[in-house]
């Protein structure tokens, strides 16, 4: 018995659902996404809400059912409000800086990072030293926030790098001294 798969999708206002026989699409004010559909997986539509029903209990088809309800869900709150994730830079000298379709990161090295904006995520610096990334697809903002991440990954000594708003980054002591 799959718990999230059973789950009632809701549909909030100006949202719409169409499964179609390979795929579902969900249509919102931000945008528009698809989603797979499974074989024997079978979706039911209401007005408000939406239930993902499978047609046997295969151990494989049990596992893509949690999976697709959570896709679904992951379209339809992406094209209603969006996702966003927030990075900090911390050092010093860090910093970002947007030129035209490229973001410019400062990080320490003896060369400038250069970072092209993808078309479906959209890149805003707040601050110098804060970057937020934000779109309908929650894959595609977690994608572009880990690669603009691991340019400069945080290392546990000075906490310097690029790290996500609400990570914590365990410290280590440094050298105990010499020995005598």
Known sequence: MSRI???IIQIPAGVTITPGTNNVTVKGP?????TPLF???KLDVTATTAQLTRANDEKELRAKHGLLRSLINNCVVGTHTGYSQMLILQGVGFRAQKRGKDVV???GFSHEVVYKEPT???IEIVENTKVKISGIDKQRVGQVAAQIRAFREPEPYKGKGIRYENEHIRRKAGKAGSKK
């Open 39 to 41: 074989d024997g997986l």
């Open 105 to 107: 990161f400062s990080l």
């Open 30 to 34: 931000k945008g528009t996404l698809t």
């Open 120 to 122: 479906d995520v959209s």
């Open 5 to 7: 798969g059973n789950k």
